[in-house]
């Protein structure tokens, strides 16, 4: 599975981004979906996911109420809404792809990964 995730920018806090991430040549429909972000300096760390079925999402508590992930099986597509930036917010933001996930927070349990797009928000 091939991944790439777009979307990012620099953007005042408080604005909102929308990241994507098309999986290349193939549905994601059997694939539990997540965003991770790493910060310069910083271990990456998990954002969201969604499981394979889409019946459940999951949120690191940072960013719980802000974020939404949402997945189309139609379109080959994860999305990261993103509301109420702040600059802690800003990072390399990578999507991630496992069979059959169940929206682990953990890295190693994902198989495969897009090149991230930088979010940068300024105060």
Request: contains cysteine; glycine residues 14%.
């Amino acid at each position: 599975v091939q991944l790439q995730a777009s979307g990012g920018g620099s953007v005042q806090a408080g604005g909102s981004l929308r990241l994507s991430c098309p999986a290349v040549g193939r549905s994601l429909s059997n694939y539990g979906l997540s965003w991770f972000r790493q910060a310069p300096g910083k271990e990456r760390e998990f954002v969201a996911g969604v499981t394979w079925s889409g019946g459940e999402t999951f949120y690191a508590d940072s960013v719980k109420g802000r974020f939404t992930i949402s997945r189309d099986d139609a379109d080959y597509m994860v999305y990261l809404r993103m509301n109420n930036l702040k600059p802690e917010d800003t990072a390399l933001y990578l999507c991630a792809a496992v069979p059959w996930g169940t929206g682990s927070r953990v890295e190693t349990d994902y198989e495969y990964w897009g090149r991230g797009t930088q979010v940068t928000v300024s105060s």
